[in-house]
C-alpha cells in the first residue's frame, strides 16, 4: 500500500481495509444503494433496475482500475462488518477522493466526516492537495465544504473539488472538531 492512513481518528469499531475479490458482492449492493434514488424514478422492473446497477457498477471499477493504477480501494467496517467504501488515488501532487459510500442505515453518523479527516491527514502529512468530484444534490457536497473543500467548477453533472495543502501543517484549512 502507498500510503499510511492513520485511523487511530476513526470512531470505535470503525475500520479501514483493503478490498479483495470477496467483497464484489458488497460492493455491488453498496453501488445499488448509492443508484436506487434515481432508479426509482423509472419505470423498470426489478430486474431491470438490477441489471443496470450490475452493468454500471463493473464499468465504473474497470473505469477506476484502468485509469488510476495503484489506487487503493477500501472497505470501511464497523464491528469487522462491512458497511461502505473508500477509493482513493495518488497522483505526483494530488491526491484524489473517487468515491466514499456508505450502506443507507450507515449514513448520518458522522462517520463520513471521521473517514475525510483520515484522508486529509493522510494529504497533509504528505504535502498534497486533495481532489474529488460529486454531484451538487449530493448530500456529502456539505461535508467536503465542511472540511475546506472549494468548488472549481463543473463538469457534467459533477462538481470539482479541491482542498488546497494547508500554507501551515499547525493551521490546517479544515475543521479539526468533533461536532460534524
Avoid at 65 to 85: E, H, M, T
Avoid at 151 to 160: D, I, S
Avoid at 161 to 168: K, Q, S
Amino acid at each position: 500500500m502507498w500510503c499510511d492512513l492513520d485511523s487511530s481518528r476513526l470512531p470505535p469499531d470503525l475500520s479501514l481495509r483493503q478490498s479483495t475479490d470477496s467483497d464484489l458482492s458488497f460492493l455491488r449492493a453498496l453501488y445499488r444503494t448509492v443508484r436506487d434514488p434515481e432508479l426509482a424514478l423509472t419505470q423498470w422492473s426489478e430486474a431491470q433496475k438490477q441489471a443496470f446497477s450490475d452493468s454500471q457498477f463493473s464499468l465504473q471499477d474497470q473505469h477506476y482500475r484502468k485509469n488510476y493504477p495503484g489506487a487503493l480501494f477500501l472497505v470501511i467496517q464497523f464491528q469487522s462488518v462491512p458497511v461502505g467504501r473508500v477509493y482513493l488515488a495518488k497522483a505526483a501532487d494530488q491526491l484524489r477522493l473517487m468515491d466514499l459510500a456508505f450502506l443507507p442505515h450507515f449514513r448520518g453518523r458522522g462517520w463520513g466526516s471521521s473517514v475525510v479527516r483520515v484522508v486529509l491527514d493522510l494529504a497533509d502529512r504528505e504535502r498534497l492537495e486533495t481532489q474529488l468530484f460529486v454531484e451538487s444534490s449530493n448530500p456529502a457536497y456539505a461535508l467536503y465544504v465542511h472540511h475546506g473543500f472549494l468548488a472549481e467548477g463543473l463538469e457534467g453533472v459533477y462538481v470539482r473539488m479541491r482542498r488546497p495543502v494547508p500554507h501551515a501543517l499547525g493551521n490546517p484549512s479544515r475543521s479539526t472538531d468533533g461536532d460534524d
